[in-house]
């Protein structure tokens, strides 16, 4: 099942990224990213919206609470929040640089591949 994941900006400031529920006009699964100071720069923390109550991404926002809706919602962003959301890990596509370095892939046989 696909999910139109969207971030937002509520009435009361946070910045908020869940999924869209058009029909019923609410956020559904809501949870709040927080910029963090790092070394590297600044980071993006993923919390669900009721902590540190609630430890579980869940629960719904009304769309009238909404002051704004981001256009774009990067893809590495919807993916941490889909994976936090959902306890499960997803790929991001293609072999990850799996045959890299395997010897210009003149191998026709895959189980001579597998003797390597």
Known sequence: MAYDVKLFKLINGDMVIGK???ANDKITDPAV??????????QMMILPFGYPFDNEIEGEI?????LYTYKNCP?????KYLEAS????????????MGAGMGGGNVSDISELLKK
Do not use: A, C, M
């Not at 009304?62 to 909404?66: Q, V």
């Not at 893809?75 to 993916?79: A, Q």
């Not at 306890?87 to 991001?92: A, D, E, M, P």
């Open 20 to 22: 869209w529920d058009e």
């Open 33 to 42: 990213l927080q910029t963090v100071p790092s070394q590297q720069g600044v």
């Open 62 to 66: 009304e769309g009238r609470h909404i």
């Open 75 to 79: 893809e590495d962003v919807s993916t």
């Open 86 to 97: 959902s306890n499960l890990t997803l790929s991001t596509g293609g072999l990850g640089g």
